[in-house]
């Protein structure tokens, strides 16, 4: 028990031999602090070694100069009719509305009385946004579709159709005219010219 209380002494004890060999206890901290300062310091620099050796540093990916920039967006020129389209599919019109307002204005064709601006409706600034958002039917008449129609006038029309969310309707004559009866008659423009329309649409 005596060995145990000489390996471990109270500050007081400590303060008394300190005194006793002659030594103050100024003098005997000092190399104390020194050594914790030390210590402190040198805990420091290998905790900041360890943290900063193992760190992999990025090295920015080089970029070719002058390479071409892609889009999936067509581009479109100054005076361009037709609304821009994406790959998205655009959702299916609303045919719900009653009543259901449908819209026939009649392209100019050959022997009939026709609207001169009518490929104006389909662009993009045509003046009838108000008016167009209470239409759910667009109809296009199956001989201008068939026949008078340029490629370019089909697609504009059906492209601005479908921006102004539109159902397309058209009018077909589906019945094949007998030899002696229909020739001319409305309704009798036959299943060839039905499928010339279905055609041209799909193209």
């Not at 990025?58 to 071409?68: E, R, S």
Request: proline residues 10%.
């Amino acid at each position: 028990m005596a060995k145990l209380k000489d390996r471990f002494i109270g500050p007081m004890m400590l303060r008394r031999r300190l005194i006793d060999a002659g030594t103050t206890v100024s003098d005997s901290v000092r190399p104390l602090q020194t050594w914790r300062r030390l210590a402190l310091l040198a805990a420091s620099a290998s905790l900041v070694a360890a943290c900063t050796g193992n760190v992999p540093i990025a090295t920015p990916t080089p970029t070719v100069a002058g390479a071409p920039a892609t889009s999936t967006l067509p581009s479109a020129s100054a005076g361009d009719s037709l609304p821009a389209t994406t790959d998205a599919p655009a959702p299916p019109p609303d045919l719900s509305a009653r009543p259901l307002t449908w819209f026939a204005p009649l392209p100019p064709m050959p022997g009939r009385t026709g609207s001169t601006d009518f490929m104006d409706q389909f662009a993009v600034e045509a003046p009838w946004t108000m008016a167009g958002s209470h239409v759910q039917v667009f109809k296009l008449y199956g001989e201008w579709v068939a026949y008078h129609a340029t490629a370019q006038q089909l697609q504009a029309a059906i492209a601005g159709i479908s921006a102004r969310h539109m159902a397309l309707a058209v009018e077909v004559g589906p019945l094949d005219p007998p030899a002696d009866c229909g020739i001319g008659v409305e309704s009798f423009a036959g299943v060839a010219e039905g499928r010339r329309i279905a055609e041209r649409i799909r193209a």
